[in-house]
């Protein structure tokens, strides 16, 4: 006897929902835009490989007779010299200018603010000529007591030469923009880690070298590789000063025998070698700063 006022269910009328979707035949989705899309995208880069091949233009027997010419070596490794000073004393200042942002003092943090300020506003070769300029302004440096005597006198000429202009122009430029990402990197750690280890007596600078940067390094790292690699390519820009770097040298070179196609294959081949060597390391580093992290 029935409880309810429903009706009653008939149990031959009830189909089983297994049974149901047996005989159903499932039909993958289709876009067929997407294959047209494929077959474009193809049919490009087919023209664009085979134009590579068979275009007299590209003259690849000049390309392949001065890739590893003597002069585009040594040119190449001034390239490389440049990106590891660069980087090396950019990224050294930018980490103290990233604390002294961070700190409580409001002096070194408008210090600190007002130095990326004017290095992210000024554009990178006005600052490389300014300082290849410097013995216009200076024409001595002494190192002494501030507004007393010196003691040690520098002639300006002969200390800032080209070289060592154009690395002080990329450290300087490249530490306002490192000082920025050790910044943020550090501010994603959390606080309640900070707290935590110093409520266990943890000195602050052991905090800082085994808490905080370890886990820093996971977003300091990928922007980081990134302005490594712009300094990399934009150490052309010190073609201006008569450098010997490999857009220069690139330049002399078809500036004598009018190939200019081929040579700035070249360059752009060496660009992508090179880029691609710091882009596995990026990729390594991470990796290795991920353990623990990434399951």
Do not use: C
């Not at 660069?86 to 408008?110: C, D, E, H, N």
């Not at 959390?190 to 370890?214: K, M, Y």
């Not at 500036?255 to 200019?260: E, M």
């Not at 294959?265 to 991470?286: G, P, R």
């Amino acid at each position: 006897m029935s409880l309810t006022s429903d009706p009653p269910i008939d149990k031959e009328t009830v189909q089983d929902p297994v049974t149901d979707y047996r005989g159903l035949t499932v039909v993958p989705v289709r876009h067929p835009w997407r294959w047209v899309a494929v077959a474009a995208t193809a049919v490009l880069l087919a023209q664009f490989l085979h134009g590579l091949v068979t275009n007299p233009g590209w003259e690849w027997d000049v390309f392949a007779r001065f890739f590893t010419a003597a002069t585009i070596l040594k040119a190449v490794w001034v390239t490389l010299q440049l990106t590891f000073y660069g980087t090396a004393l950019g990224f050294a200042l930018g980490i103290v200018l990233a604390f002294m942002r961070l700190s409580a003092s409001p002096f070194l943090k408008a210090v600190a603010h007002a130095y990326i300020w004017a290095f992210r506003s000024i554009p990178l070769i006005v600052q490389l000529l300014f300082w290849f300029n410097l013995a216009y302004l200076y024409k001595e440096l002494q190192f002494g007591i501030p507004f007393g005597p010196g003691f040690f006198t520098f002639d300006t000429m002969n200390l800032v030469g080209a070289m060592s202009a154009a690395v002080l122009g990329l450290a300087l430029h490249q530490a306002a923009y490192a000082a920025e990402i050790v910044r943020g990197g550090v501010l994603a750690v959390d606080s309640g880690q900070l707290e935590a280890a110093a409520a266990l007596g943890i000195p602050r600078l052991r905090q800082l070298r085994r808490i905080v940067l370890p886990q820093a390094m996971r977003s300091i790292l990928p922007n980081a590789a990134n302005e490594i690699i712009s300094l990399f390519k934009g150490t052309s820009i010190v073609s201006v000063m008569a450098i010997g770097e490999l857009f220069y040298q690139v330049q002399v070179v078809y500036g004598r025998n009018g190939r200019v196609v081929p040579l700035l294959m070249v360059a752009t081949v060496w660009y992508i070698l090179l880029t691609t060597v710091l882009s596995v390391l990026q990729y390594y580093v991470e990796r290795h700063y991920a353990k623990g992290a990434v399951r």
